[in-house]
């Protein structure tokens, strides 16, 4: 399996550019989440998917950010217009929970969006 | 307070020194994660605990519930070991998960 797949790496943007990020889970994993670290605040929990569907976005920081999940598939994480703190790395991890919460979470490599 | 805490936050060692790092929390969980991060960045998942203790390799994972309390670790270590150790806990009421701020691992050779 190729793990959880994220794109872009990097990703450079001015601001008040529309940004998107995309997340790939691994096969068969129900659950998907969306982090961001950053120096300031370290990891921090922007959004938790199972089954496709969003169940907690409290952690989502303001009307900014949006998350979809279309499918078991693929997931997006978008910030318009984006701004210079938004500047941070996002991890996007999966899990397979079939109804558990505590089981162990996959990340992917992360994206590092710089917002200038 | 932080909910979840770890200790130390830097620590250097030389090579085949055993170390230990630390994580308290505060709060109920139902599962205990150690995460370690590459300094390319990369996450990866070491240990997912709710009792007892876990072992993979030169790394070990203790957990103690009634002290709420988790050590970390590394036998033996090695220079490839360096990188940042983050304990996280799922809060049992409210399913979030917590980070600790991280503990940065140095191993000289």
């Known amino acids: 399996d190729a793990g959880v797949i994220q794109s872009p790496r990097h990703e450079v943007t001015e601001m008040g550019q529309e940004v998107t990020l995309r997340c790939k889970p691994i096969?068969?994993?129900?659950?998907l989440f969306w982090y961001r670290q950053t120096m300031m605040r370290g990891l921090e929990l922007l959004i938790y998917f199972n089954n496709n569907v969003p169940i907690d976005d409290s952690g989502m920081p303001e009307d900014r950010f949006s998350a979809k999940m279309p499918n078991a598939s693929f997931s997006t994480l978008k910030i318009q217009p984006s701004e210079p703190r938004d500047s941070a790395v996002y991890f996007c991890?999966?899990?397979?929970?079939?109804?558990?919460?505590?089981?162990?979470?996959?990340f992917g490599q992360g994206t590092r969006l710089t917002v200038v | 307070k932080n909910e979840v805490e770890q200790s130390p936050q830097n620590l250097t060692a030389q090579e085949g020194e055993f170390i230990t790092i630390n994580c308290s929390y505060s709060v109920g969980i139902s599962a205990l994660h150690w995460l370690q991060q590459h300094p390319g960045g990369g996450i990866v998942s070491l240990f997912m605990l709710s009792s007892g203790k876990k072992k993979h390799g030169r790394l070990i994972a203790t957990i103690n519930i009634q002290e709420k309390h988790s050590s970390l670790h590394i036998t033996a270590s090695h220079p490839r070991d360096s990188a940042v150790y983050i304990c996280?806990?799922?809060?049992?009421?409210?399913?979030?998960?917590?980070f600790g701020t991280g503990t940065r691992l140095q191993v000289f050779p």
């Open positions: 096969s068969g994993h129900n659950s």
């Open positions: 996280a806990v799922r809060s049992y009421n409210t399913d979030k998960l917590i």
């Open positions: 991890a999966s899990s397979n929970t079939r109804g558990k919460m505590n089981t162990e979470a996959f």
